[in-house]
Structure formats: structure tokens, C-alpha cells
């Protein structure tokens, strides 16, 4: 082991916290800075400069990047006689944020993340983990480089921990969750498609579910019934259900 990282593991201010990412992640962090910042929730983040703030979500949002595009070539290569459709439905099912909260708890993420519990509502907490683990992954990206983050969510999340062939058997029906949820509440619920972004591809659908007019979710996907799912499920995490 280098000089540096031994440093760190045994002998730094920060050793506790380096073993016990270590011993979660299987590696010894190398900017530390990056690791913590995955952990920090926006209740507990502070203003850096105007409307940004140190907290997970910067990270979250490459680390949802780099998470798909390593689940995506792993089903790609699983599945070789699977079209396009099955493939995207069973990588949503890798990435949903109920999969990937129940993920980050079994991990033991709910011992680092920090959180003001008074900020954040009981129907909120469970998408702390899920965010975290996304944000842990755009971490591991920056620090390492897209090879090492690969590898490590192949071999030591992927393969360890999610069952991919039961994954594909269940059924995560965020659409018809919702729409029960509404119809039990007497409200309207709805799946619009949009407008694209300017440089999107025309094939690309994007739909946003609302709850009585307000929208709650949004879902782009090359196929109009995924895009739908990942609005619904978007929705179901905003009302916390």
C-alpha cells in the first residue's frame, strides 16, 4: 500500500472516518473532501455562493450519469437478444430510487449521511440514501477516474449485491401506484408529454406526471411508457409514497 494511503488509514486526524470508508467501500479514498460532500444533505449544507450550496445533489447528478451508463453495459452484455424496451425497463428497475435506498441501508450508509432530521420529513428520509449512493458513486468518478468506478460497481455492488435475474421478475409499477394513490386522495393525476430541450434527440419522449396540475415529476426516455414510469416514480418519491 502506498506511503500515503497507509497515512491515512493509521494515521491521519481523519482515520476513523477513512476505515469506515474503507471498509464500505473496499478502497481507501483518496480526496476525502469528495466523500463527505456525497454524505452531506442539503438540510445540513451551507451557501458557497449564490443559490449553490455544499451539499450532495452536484454529485448526485453525475453520479446518476456514471451509474447508468455502467448498468446500461452490463444488461447490454447480459442480454444480448433483448431489444431496446426490456433493456431500458430492467436498468430502471437497477436504478430506482427504491432499489437503490434499500441498497445504500444494506451498505450501512444510514451511519454516515448527514441530515437534520428536523428539516427533512419522515416521507423524505428514505430518498436520503438512495441520493447518497448516487453522490458516493459521482465521488468515486471524480477521485478515481470512469474505469476504477466501473469496476468497483461491477464487482463490489453489482455482482455482491443485486440480484439482477430477480430484478427482472418484479414488478415496480410507479404509474399505476400512483394513480391509485390519487384516486384514494380524490385527486387528478396526469402524464403529459413536453416539449424537448433544445439539442435532444426527436426520438426522445418527455412526459411529466401532475397531481392536480402541479408538476411532480418528469421522465425522459426513447419510449413513451418508460418515460411515463420514471415520471410516476419521480412523482411517488415527491409525495413520499
Given at each position: 500500500m502506498p506511503i500515503l494511503k497507509v497515512y491515512k488509514l493509521y494515521f491521519s486526524p481523519n482515520r476513523k472516518y477513512v476505515k469506515a470508508l474503507k471498509n464500505l467501500l473496499g478502497f481507501?479514498?483518496?480526496?476525502?473532501?469528495?466523500?463527505?460532500?456525497?454524505?452531506?444533505?442539503?438540510?445540513?449544507?451551507?451557501?458557497?455562493?449564490?443559490?449553490?450550496?455544499?451539499?450532495?445533489?452536484?454529485?448526485?447528478?453525475?453520479?446518476?450519469?456514471?451509474?447508468?451508463?455502467?448498468?446500461?453495459e452490463v444488461l447490454f452484455k447480459l442480454y444480448p437478444y433483448e431489444d431496446e424496451g426490456f433493456l431500458t425497463e430492467l436498468r430502471s428497475k437497477i436504478v430506482s430510487r427504491v432499489n437503490l435506498n434499500m441498497l445504500a441501508r444494506k451498505l450501512g450508509f444510514d451511519k454516515l449521511i448527514e441530515y437534520d432530521s428536523r428539516m427533512v420529513g419522515n416521507s423524505r428520509q428514505g430518498s436520503l440514501l438512495g441520493d447518497a449512493f448516487e453522490a458516493l458513486v459521482g465521488a468515486v468518478y471524480l477521485d478515481k477516474g470512469?474505469?476504477?468506478?466501473?469496476?468497483?460497481?461491477?464487482?463490489?455492488?453489482?455482482?455482491?449485491?443485486?440480484?439482477?435475474?430477480?430484478?427482472?421478475?418484479t414488478e415496480t409499477n410507479f404509474k399505476s401506484k400512483l394513480i391509485e394513490w390519487c384516486q384514494r386522495h380524490g385527486k387528478d393525476v396526469s402524464f403529459d408529454l413536453t416539449e424537448n430541450q433544445e439539442g435532444e434527440s426527436n426520438k426522445l419522449f418527455t412526459v411529466r406526471a401532475s397531481v392536480d396540475g402541479e408538476i411532480l415529476g418528469m421522465g425522459k426516455e426513447f419510449n413513451k411508457k418508460n418515460a411515463e414510469k420514471?415520471?410516476?416514480?419521480?412523482?411517488?418519491?415527491?409525495?413520499?409514497i
Open positions: 481507501v479514498p483518496g480526496n476525502l473532501s469528495l466523500y463527505r460532500l456525497a454524505f452531506r444533505h442539503k438540510s445540513v449544507a451551507t451557501n458557497v455562493r449564490k443559490g449553490v450550496k455544499n451539499s450532495n445533489e452536484r454529485l448526485e447528478f453525475l453520479g446518476d450519469a456514471v451509474l447508468g451508463s455502467v448498468v446500461a470512469y474505469d476504477f468506478t466501473k469496476n468497483f460497481l461491477v464487482n463490489h455492488i453489482i455482482k455482491s449485491h443485486i440480484d439482477i435475474h430477480q430484478l427482472e421478475k420514471l415520471a410516476a416514480e419521480k412523482a411517488c418519491e415527491t409525495l413520499g
